[in-house]
């Protein structure tokens, strides 16, 4: 497994807020595993902290907003992208206003200092959800659908359609966060012309400019009105005759405006507060979606809180049946693990193979076999003490014994023609031959027992 990480020294970036206008500063923090991502807005009365999580986004019209009370932030969706893409998992952002500043629209400048500023790998593992299967979220109204499928990394395309001439439809992908960097990090947001007195009359886009935003002039206007409109934003005025994309800097690539609302996804997909391993396929994305998609995954995070490890049966194990015998001294009918499919650090994954030969069906019971409880213990046990001998030199010198068991929990029945796959994690490092773990059966997806366990590394006599 990865590792959680942080920020390895604190950075600040100062530049206009795009709606507010006012100049802001927004500075980043190291902080501690299992923080995730907290925004304070240290301009306001107790400097109160907000969690950004898909729950506290509480407008999306234009940008991601983010509120707890009356602490609101906004446009913090580059920001996340960039720490999002580059493995961040902790971070504290502090600003004196009520939005990050929007530097050039893009999220190069986040990912330019986050280099600078370095990362710091952290103990705690990283802890990934893994999509299985697909999960899908649509809105009929806009034709807009997000659809996540099972991948072995987190990926991404996008399809945008506008009924315009400059991008009536384009995609972007994205294969590997490797190249979020080089190849989505400087994609800016865009605006049509069409949009821009809405978002004034709106009271948004104070801060909008030519350096902030690729700005799409394609419907013919008065020259007078135009001039009015560049005179409101602060830019030099245009011919109203000369239709296309206004900008200081030209396109980096044809389809930026694919690259930044993908870029936008990955800043929204960060407030569901795990890393995924998935491929999402977004049409027609915006942050509203986004929005509604991430909350959707959460409910489905917390539903399936304890994942099963994926098993393969075709892999070859790390831990064979031989190699299993040489470690425990179990033997039939007790010996309960067929073979480990992985060993870490502090965790293992074991495999059960149940048959309806096995000797306690006889008695348990005769018309309705199920596995005993207490065998179900015994086997979680022995692949606890599978992590803990596969590390001890001279293995086959020591067994280990129950100290204690507790927090036992039973959720559904194991029969024969079941697959137990177990995942036994070691809770605190080992000191004095004494070994405290936490352990999970499954069938399939489900949880089918747990437990809480302490044993003994003994020298045989």
């Known amino acids: 497994m990865n590792k959680q990480s942080t920020l390895a020294d604190s950075f600040s970036l100062s530049g206009k807020g795009l709606h507010t206008g006012l100049q802001l500063t927004v500075s980043f923090h190291p ?39 009356d602490a609101r932030v906004s446009t913090i969706e580059h920001a996340l992208s960039a720490l999002y893409a580059l493995g961040i998992d902790n971070c504290l952002m502090r600003v004196d206003g009520p939005e990050f ?21 952290q103990d705690a593992d990283k802890d990934y959800y893994i999509i299985k299967k697909k999960i899908e979220f649509k809105d009929e109204a806009t034709g807009s659908s997000i659809i996540i499928l099972p991948d072995e990394q987190f990926s991404i395309t996008a399809m945008i359609t506008f009924d315009s001439q400059y991008i009536n439809s384009q995609f972007a992908t994205l294969d590997d966060m490797a190249d979020f960097s080089d190849e989505i990090a400087s994609a800016r947001t865009f605006v049509f012309v069409r949009e821009i007195l809405p978002l004034l009359d709106a009271g948004l886009i104070k801060g909008g400019d030519l350096d902030n935003a690729i700005v799409l002039y394609e419907t013919p206007a008065p020259q007078e009105d135009l001039d009015r409109l560049a005179d409101l934003v602060g830019v030099e005025r245009h011919d109203a005759t000369v239709l296309g994309p206004i900008q200081r800097r030209p396109l980096t690539w044809r389809n930026e405006p694919a690259r930044h609302k ?25 942050h509203t979606i986004n929005n509604k998609f991430a909350r959707q995954m959460r409910r489905e995070i917390r539903a399936h809180e304890i994942q099963s490890p994926h098993y393969d049966p075709h892999l070859k194990p790390v831990l064979d049946i031989n190699d299993i015998r040489r470690l425990l ?12 499919t992985e060993i870490g650090e502090n965790y293992i994954i074991g495999i059960k193979n149940v048959t309806s030969n096995e000797p306690f069906f006889a008695g348990h019971f005769p018309t309705e076999p199920v596995m005993p409880g207490v065998l179900q213990i015994e086997a979680l046990a022995q692949a606890g003490g599978l992590l803990v001998l596969s590390s001890t030199p001279e293995a086959e010198r020591y067994s280990t014994y129950f100290l204690r068991i507790d927090d036992v929990k039973f959720r559904q029945k194991v029969v024969p023609g079941d697959t137990l796959i177990f995942k036994v994690e070691l809770t605190t490092p080992i000191r004095h031959g ?28």
């Open 329 to 340: 001294p179990h033997r039939y009918p007790m010996q309960l693990v067929d073979k480990v």
């Open 101 to 121: 500043p929007i530097l050039d629209g893009s999220a190069i400048e986040y990912v330019k200092a986050i280099r600078r500023a370095g990362i710091s790998v």
């Open 434 to 461: 004494i070994a405290s773990m936490h352990g999970f059966a499954f069938v399939g997806e489900s949880i089918v027992m747990e437990a809480s366990f302490t044993a003994q590394i003994v020298k045989n006599k």
């Open 262 to 286: 993908l870029l936008d996804i990955i800043g929204d997909m960060a407030l569901i507060g795990r890393p995924l391993k998935g491929r999402i396929v977004a049409t027609r994305p915006g």
């Open 31 to 69: 902080a501690p595993e299992n923080t995730g991502y907290k925004i304070q807005r240290t301009d306001l009365e107790g400097q109160p902290v907000i969690s950004a999580i898909a729950e506290n986004v509480v407008d999306t019209s234009r940008g991601t907003v983010v509120a707890n009370g």
